[in-house]
Nanobody, 121 residues
Framework: QVQLVESGGGLVQPGGSLRLSCAAS????????MGWYRQAPGKQRELVAR???????NYGDSVKGRFTISRDNAKNTAYLQMDSLKPEDTAVYYC???????????????WGQGTQVTVSS
């Protein structure tokens, strides 16, 4: 099994910053991509940012220029630096990992339990 541990959520004022971390552990052969999705009350889950094993990134339109995703392959950890936060960024943020557990395994999606980010004055 693959376990994901998220950290770094909390309450921040508009214009502030937060940094999320997601550490993957367990039976991992390789990680293809790591990323963050978010879901606000009454809304669908949406992509925030994603980074592949070769460092390619893509971002949701609403966070481009404000959020930065990075990855430490040696630690199987992804980071999401969130700057210039807005109230509309308030949501539960979920870590997502696409990984293989063995050489003959297919890529599977794994999800963290989510961490709350609240942007409010």
């Amino acid at each position: 099994q693959v376990q994901l541990v998220e950290s770094g959520g909390g309450l921040v004022q508009p214009g502030g910053s937060l940094r999320l971390s997601c550490a993957a552990s367990g039976n991992i052969f390789s990680i293809n991509a790591m990323g963050w999705y978010r879901q606000a009350p009454g809304k669908q889950r949406e992509l925030v940012a994603r980074i592949t094993s070769d460092g390619s990134t893509n971002y949701g339109d609403s966070v481009k220029g404000r959020f930065t995703i990075s990855r430490d392959n040696a630690k199987n950890t992804a980071y999401l630096q969130m700057d210039s936060l807005k109230p509309e960024d308030t949501a539960v943020y979920y870590c997502n990992v696409v990984a293989r557990r063995g050489i003959s395994d297919y890529n599977n999606n794994y999800w963290g339990q989510g961490t709350q980010v609240t942007v409010s004055s």
